[in-house]
């Protein structure tokens, strides 16, 4: 295996197939020899037989045509970039509109951001196949023959069109009854407002938008929105990186990534971080220079109108099937709310309660979202815990030893706790929960994670088993949790998990009670 | 009702994001990259005239897919007398794994940038010379000294370290 960094010297290479083993050296030939024209017949019926029956052949067929493709176009670029600057001025005024079409676009947006906060590759790399895409549309003479019929004083107009897909509605609510969408419509956007309902939409730079009403928002450009109220998910591919959501006091930043944007009418903004990161500033904070702060997965702030510093948001209330969240601390479930001790002000990490969320595949910690709870192998999943309230925690805690987490339940319920079977079980646990044995996993993790002493799989991946513990809460109100941390043990091991379900009608004598 | 003016926009738009991914879908059914090139603009202007057929909401892609797909067995089909022309099913399966990995293709050219320049230098120069329009590998072969099986051999190498490359890259980044 070459070094990352290495150059690499194709004279000198003696074991093609030694990486690429899934092939044999003649299937290689094969496809070289058809990407290149100089197959024979007889090759060429063999190279069919085998597209024909060989799926593992044909992915990799396919996959070194689409390589040879981008180096034609790698090579096209070097011969336009020559052309382009011996012979077209991108700043002449003839072809302003196609620069101020491009400059407009989503990409351009993605580039400005990433060239001052990610890493020079990133950057170059998302400049360089934008400006294939333009080297060879500007050569391309569909292209300019589109845009020598197109009037160049309503290009400025026509693209400050959003286009959008709308992928699901739901009772979308105006007070005129004036939108009339339905699933798979193309709609422009430009100046949108809603009283009630939600929908799914997915606009032409493939970033994917739940907005939750009541909501009124403006579109710039596909790459730039500003919500002056409402609710919103966002998916953002590595297409639209950059996509930024503006709100009364903030400018909330996409680095790549699942995030949500709440603005009150009042002007308050919540942002959560559900995969990735984004970078949030106050748009009325001028004394810091209007510094970015980074969110990762699973933090979450307050930007307050009235309150210069940004507050964490230390619960979040999410949806278990659709994209939609909330902030507020009410709520349906067994668990209506959440909260814990955490004081110090950099940490943004938030509970989340998801109701009936528990399960199979179900995510944990909110600050890990690639970890999901498993059956252990040659078992179920506890029926017990399925469609559970589920309660994710933060791994970011498991070393916290004053930690105290508080549930505020509705009614008499079961409430379990996972603790990583490495852990030593806190005096907390033992003395008002019981081990069922029963064991759930978490996983997977990479080797750099919290796996020390675990053993990986065969593929690699590493799983932690987790002891399920339980205790029947009898009473409406506040349970707390501690850390699981216990005095005189190296901390070694995760965060637990939390799930609260309904009291079965049966054994319910079995169960611990809370005291 | 949508002005003619902003249909184009939208079409340009969504073309020129489309463009690669469309260009290395029509590559891998059409045996030669000069007969790919051909095909390719035929497919921009049909996407244009059809244009009017894409507004129930399909993915751009898909629909430009199905588009280039058709055209391009279109194309081979009037071709089919030659000999490097596949048969109807093979094309059809080619076809049909070209568009599943359609998104994996999209993360493969963009970490190819970062492949090409691990390269040395001259295999750079090397790559863009033989892949340069109407290039032609015997004379390219000559002007560097060689025969044009070693220089078919010393490409192919390329093209492998550069594939191996690129999932490389996309396994560390959690791409692929």
Redesign the interface.
């Known amino acids: ?2 070094n ?8 000198n ?1 003696e074991r ?1 197939n030694s ?2 083993s899934e092939l044999t050296d003649r299937q ?2 094969l496809i ?8 024979d ?1 007889a090759g ?1 019926e063999l190279l ?1 037989e085998l ?2 029956t060989d799926n593992r052949f ?2 990799r ?16 670029l ?2 336009a970039n020559t052309t382009i600057s011996s012979e077209v001025n991108l700043t002449d005024e003839s072809l302003a509109p196609i620069a101020a ?1 491009v400059q407009d ?1 989503a ?1 351009f947006s993605k580039i400005r951001v990433l060239e001052k906060s990610s890493p020079k ?1 990133s950057s ?2 998302s400049y ?2 934008l400006a ?3 080297a ?2 500007i050569v ?4 300019l023959w ?2 020598s ?3 160049s004083d ?2 400025d107009h ?2 400050s ?1 959003v ?1 959008a ?2 992928l699901e509605i739901n009772n979308l609510t105006t007070a005129d009854n004036a939108i009339k969408w339905k ?4 709609v ?1 956007l430009r100046d949108l407002m809603f009283s009630a309902g939600e929908t799914d939409l997915r606009l ?2 493939g970033v994917t938008l739940s907005l939750e009403g009541p909501l009124h928002a403006e579109f710039n450009s596909g790459a730039d929105m500003l919500l002056h109220y409402g609710r919103l998910s966002a998916e953002v591919g ?2 639209a990186k950059g996509f930024t959501v503006r709100t009364a006091t903030s400018e909330v930043v996409d680095l790549g990534t699942r995030f949500g944007v709440s603005a009150s009418e009042a002007g308050d903004t919540d942002v959560v971080v559900f995969e990735g990161e984004v970078k949030v500033r106050r748009n009325n904070d001028y004394t810091a220079d209007r510094a970015w702060t980074t969110l990762r997965s699973g933090e979450a702030i307050r930007a307050a109108k009235k309150n210069k510093e940004l507050q964490r948001l230390a619960r979040v209330r999410l949806s278990k099937n659709k994209k939609l969240w909330s902030s507020v601390s009410s709520g349906s479930g067994l668990v209506i709310d959440v909260t814990d001790n955490v004081t110090e002000p950099e940490f943004r990490h938030y509970l989340g309660v998801v109701p009936q969320g528990m399960g199979q595949g179900a995510q944990p910690f909110s600050d890990r979202p690639g970890a999901k709870w498993q059956a252990v192998p040659g078992e179920s999943f506890p029926q017990e815990l399925e469609s559970a309230d589920l309660v994710r925690t933060f791994l970011a805690d498991r070393g916290d030893r004053e930690l105290e987490i508080s549930l505020q339940l509705s009614e008499p319920c079961i409430v379990y706790v996972f603790l990583d079977t490495r852990r030593l079980a806190p005096a907390w646990l033992e003395k008002a929960f019981i081990d069922t044995g029963k064991r759930i996993r978490v996983g997977p993790w990479p080797a750099s994670g919290p796996v020390r002493g675990i053993e990986p799989r065969s593929d690699g991946k590493y799983f932690i088993d987790c002891a399920v513990w339980q205790c029947r809460y009898d009473k409406v109100g506040k349970l707390t949790l501690g850390s699981p941390f216990v005095k005189g043990t190296e901390n070694q091991g995760l965060m637990y998990g939390v799930a609260v379900g309904p009291v079965p009608q049966s054994n319910v004598d079995l169960q611990r009670q809370y005291q | 009702m949508e002005s003619e003016d902003s249909r184009q926009i939208r079409f340009l738009k969504l073309y020129t994001a489309h463009e690669l991914a469309i260009r290395a879908f029509v590559r891998t059914l059409v045996p030669a990259r000069d007969d790919a090139h051909e095909v390719m603009q035929e497919v921009a202007v049909v996407l244009w005239r059809k244009f009017g057929e894409y507004t129930t909401g399909e993915d751009f892609r898909r629909w430009a897919f199905s588009v280039a797909r058709f055209e391009a067995l279109a194309w081979l089909r009037d071709r089919a007398r030659e000999r490097l022309v596949f048969n109807d099913e093979v094309l059809q399966l080619v076809a049909d794994e070209a568009d599943r990995r359609a998104d994996r293709h999209h993360k493969q050219r963009e970490a190819l940038e970062d492949c090409l320049e691990k390269l040395l230098p001259q295999h750079r120069e090397l790559l863009q010379q033989a892949y340069a329009p109407g290039a032609r590998i015997d004379q390219l072969a000559q002007s560097r000294g060689q025969t044009s099986m070693s220089l078919y051999k010393m490409l192919h190498r390329l093209r492998i370290n550069l594939l191996e490359c690129t999932e490389r890259l996309m396994l560390k980044e959690g791409l692929a």
């Not at chain 1, 391309?140 to 292209?143: A, D, G, I, N, Q």
Request: no cysteine; aromatic share 14%.
């Open positions: 295996m070459n990352d960094n290495a150059w690499y010297d194709p004279s290479d093609l990486s690429q290689w030939l070289q020899q058809y990407a290149d024209q100089s197959i017949a060429f069919e597209l024909q044909r992915q067929f396919v996959d070194y045509l689409a390589l040879d493709s981008s180096l034609q176009v790698d090579s096209a070097a011969a079409l676009d990409e590759s170059r790399r360089y196949w294939a895409n333009i060879l549309s391309s003479p569909l292209f589109l845009y019929t197109s009037k309503s290009l026509d693209n069109i286009w897909e709308i699933k798979g419509d193309w422009p032409d730079n590595e297409n």
